[in-house]
């Protein structure tokens, strides 16, 4: 079946602007988490949603991120007022359960100029 | 703070040789550990899982290693080839929320 999926792939854009990334998990799958892979660093925990609430938004880095998901399915991250810290690789993930094994889409890379 | 600490940071091997990347961590409770392999440009691809009571596991030519007492793992890979040429990232799980703590990656380049 199909995997995760992100779009967009590669998103640039201007300082200040605001951005949506979006996500499509594997069907069926009914946890979804947001990850940052900034150049050189691990990945960093951003967002994990359990159907559509959120039980941990601990890694989201201010208030300028938030995210949604809507159906169970789809989710998109948000991003406001971009800053050129805010480049990075923004990867999507989603399990069977909470302790599932977690599938990766490819990534959005976003480059704030 | 749950740390997760790769090392080499970078390693080149030829072709057909062995390797081995270590993995020490400090996460705490531990649920589980698990390497992933993270082509340029994708998204990483889990290779092996273990839980606490397991200390080795093999895919294909991959093999991890884990003492749960010392907190550190190793990655072997066997008779290397071109395609094995990515960054190999250990992940290790806290109980709650399954939530992961990564490492930085050790970047492999297998040259011919």
């Given at each position: 079946?199909?995997?995760?999926?992100?779009?967009?792939?590669?998103?640039?854009?201007?300082?200040?602007?605001?951005?949506?990334?979006?996500?499509?998990?594997?069907?069926?799958?009914?946890?979804?988490?947001?990850?940052?892979?900034?150049?050189?660093?691990?990945?960093?925990?951003?967002?994990?949603?359990?159907?559509?609430?959120?039980?941990?938004?601990?890694?989201?880095?201010?208030?300028?991120?938030?995210?949604?998901?809507?159906?169970?399915?789809?989710?998109?991250?948000?991003?406001?007022?971009?800053?050129?810290?805010?480049?990075?690789?923004?990867?999507?993930?989603?399990?069977?359960?909470?302790?599932?094994?977690?599938?990766?889409?490819?990534?959005?890379?976003?480059?704030?100029? | 703070k749950?740390?997760?600490?790769?090392?080499p940071?970078?390693?080149?091997?030829?072709?057909?040789?062995?390797?081995?990347?270590?993995?020490?961590?400090?996460?705490?409770?531990?649920?589980?550990?698990?390497?992933?392999?993270?082509?340029?440009?994708?998204?990483?691809?889990?290779?092996?899982?273990?839980?606490?009571?397991?200390?080795?596991?093999?895919?294909g030519?991959?093999?991890?290693?884990?003492?749960?007492?010392?907190?550190?793992?190793?990655?072997?890979?066997?008779?290397?080839q071109?395609?094995?040429?990515?960054?190999?990232?250990?992940?290790?799980?806290?109980?709650?929320y399954?939530?992961?703590?990564?490492?930085?990656?050790?970047?492999?380049?297998?040259?011919?």
């Amino acid at each position: 079946g199909a995997g995760v999926s992100q779009s967009p792939s590669n998103k640039v854009t201007e300082k200040g602007k605001d951005v949506e990334l979006r996500c499509d998990p594997i069907s069926g799958h009914t946890a979804l988490y947001w990850y940052r892979q900034s150049l050189g660093q691990g990945l960093e925990f951003l967002i994990y949603f359990q159907g559509n609430s959120a039980p941990d938004k601990s890694g989201l880095p201010s208030d300028r991120f938030s995210a949604e998901r809507t159906g169970g399915s789809v989710s998109t991250l948000t991003i406001q007022r971009t800053q050129q810290e805010d480049s990075a690789v923004y990867l999507c993930a989603s399990s069977l359960g909470r302790s599932g094994e977690q599938y990766f889409g490819p990534g959005t890379r976003l480059t704030v100029t | 703070k749950n740390q997760v600490e790769q090392s080499p940071q970078s390693l080149i091997i030829l072709e057909g040789k062995n390797c081995t990347l270590q993995c020490n961590y400090t996460v705490s409770p531990f649920s589980n550990l698990r390497w992933y392999k993270q082509d340029t440009g994708r998204g990483p691809v889990s290779l092996t899982i273990m839980t606490f009571s397991e200390n080795t596991k093999s895919n294909g030519r991959y093999t991890a290693t884990l003492d749960a007492d010392t907190k550190q793992s190793s990655l072997h890979i066997t008779a290397s080839q071109l395609s094995d040429s990515a960054s190999y990232i250990c992940v290790v799980s806290e109980d709650r929320y399954s939530t992961l703590t990564f490492g930085k990656g050790t970047m492999l380049l297998v040259s011919p």
